[in-house]
């Protein structure tokens, strides 16, 4: 039995792809036979389902789903459909089917595409939804008042089919579901893409006016806020969030009156992924928004048995928080679909709520929790899995390799780098690899005080704060004291010194707002000092100097934030012999060395590297892999500050 499934899985695929019509991987597609049916699985990704992403199915057991009686309780009667849902799944088929898979068997056509169009629940979830939808189609189209999803909904609409094919010589191709969406039926690819742009063409001319969801810059002072609500949020296990506005979001947070217009669900899809309710702050000054949130926060939790997934600041914009950033980006484009279609209802008297008997049987369905899971399963925990990560100088080199490990061990990663070609590149490699991690670039100086500002507040607004500083970013120029000039020495120290003092000036002051809305939280400050650090080099004083000082600044900024457990120690590698610093052919350390003569007799490069190979009791340079278990023992640890760890294979040894 091999079908072709080339249409449904490139229709899948163009309306998976396209937010206008599908968010957080919403709707499914199936196509039928005569003797089976394949339906998107449950968990399944339209935009990338592949054959395997369908779940098979014996069409005449399904048909026996229609004819049984099952018992009046719902929860109970929800496990009998789901097990003869499984029953009818074919020998070796392994997906789970989508709970909806009965209704598309109850259509005729072969090719079905269920969707939820941000247009369509425009009128489905306003009070004039019926009267619209008959003003527009007519007998084109059919109409299902919002029931429960599952068997309840499957027995409604085989009960109007019924009806329908009695006075109709075939069956709708466009069913419309208050509160819910549309199925789109054909015998074709073509006709089912024809379909919905006569949808399209319908409604979209009753449109006054369409929301302007361009994103807008966030305040700075939110700096000030969201930490603590991470942290508040955090007892249990850490959370992250990000925090967005647009002329869409201003507007609905301009007050607590208008924001009702967004404080309840329309459709399931939003109770799955976004909770039934956000939290609206009104108090606008940043101590104030703090403690109006905590307040608030237990009653909620006591009335909703759990924590808010968006919350709204006056004036500043709206926050997603969730368990993983997958998690908080699916907040955001389901409340922001939600925030869309309140606009829009008033082209249509206006927004039609689900009411809470509705809500509560969503939020407890068994299937719709499934497909909450399924949608952020962890891919991995990982040694640091969801703590998010500042690397200065992260783009590339000692500082990409550390931005990489971390990634891969699950954390949120910020790139801090001045080469912003790089940067980007490295963000978006991380990116492509992670599943429920996120990274970011953001261009920073770490000379300068206000770029390494702008990095701290860059880091809130996008993971609500931060867990670990690796201030990494460096530069070196060898030279004794002839060609030392006092520019290049002045640049060196500006970034080897005072950029680490900077990194952490600014960056405590995030570590020490969380830890007073979490004491127990630990968070970690770590410098990438050096070998140099411990012990004088040759014709390199300005790169040990800076590197001396930084060891003298780990030991006091240990001594003054502990009380915060803010942990600060610097790992101090040996010699990274395959990084740029050391292997670039034009300003590598091994050209340096060899150009300034700091190897007596060296005539080559090979020479040069080595004679510093020779210098290593165990052999080779450095890596990453040792510097990294350096690092997440300095993170594992509690009892460890103002310390600098050599990882220099027995090279410099503590004494």
Known sequence: MNP?????IELSHYFGGNKEYVIAGGGNTSFKDDMHIWVKASGASLSEITAEGFAVLDRSRLQEIGRKKYNP?????????KNDLYAALLPGTTARPSVETSLHELIAYPLVVHTHPTLVNAVTCSVRAQQTIQQLFGREALFIPYTDPGYTLFTVIRDRLTSWRKENDRDPEIIFLENHGVFVASETARGIKELYSLIDSRI???ISRMPDAKPLPVPDDVSWILPAMRMILSRESIRVGRMASSALIQHFVSDVATFRDVSRPFTPDQIVYC???????ENEKPEDAIREFADKLDAYVHQHGCPPKVVALKKRGVVAFDDNMQAVETVQEVFGDLMKISFLTKNFGGPHFLDQRSVSFIDSWEAENYRRQAANAPAGRGRVANKVVIITGGAQGFGGGIAESFSEQGANV???DLNEEKGREMETTLNVKQKNGRALFVKTDVSDPESVKHLMTETVKNFTGFDVLVSNAGILHAG????MTPEVFGQMTRVNYTGYFLCVKYGSEILR???RYHPSHFTDIIQINSKSGLRGSNRNFAYAGGK?????LTQSFALELIPFRIKVNSICPGNFFEGPLWSDPEKGLFVQYLQTGKVPGAKTIEEVRAYYERQIPAGRGCRIQDVMKAIYYAIDQEYETGQAIPVTGGQEMLR
């Open 4 to 8: 072709d499934l080339t249409d449904i």
């Open 73 to 81: 309780d719902p929860s109970i009667r929800e496990a009998e459909v």
């Open 204 to 206: 979209r001319p009753l």
């Open 275 to 281: 909770k039934a309710h956000p939290l609206f702050i």
């Open 414 to 416: 910020i790139i801090a």
């Open 480 to 483: 004794g004291l002839e060609e």
């Open 513 to 515: 707002l969380q830890s």
């Open 548 to 552: 001396f000082g930084g060891i003298g």
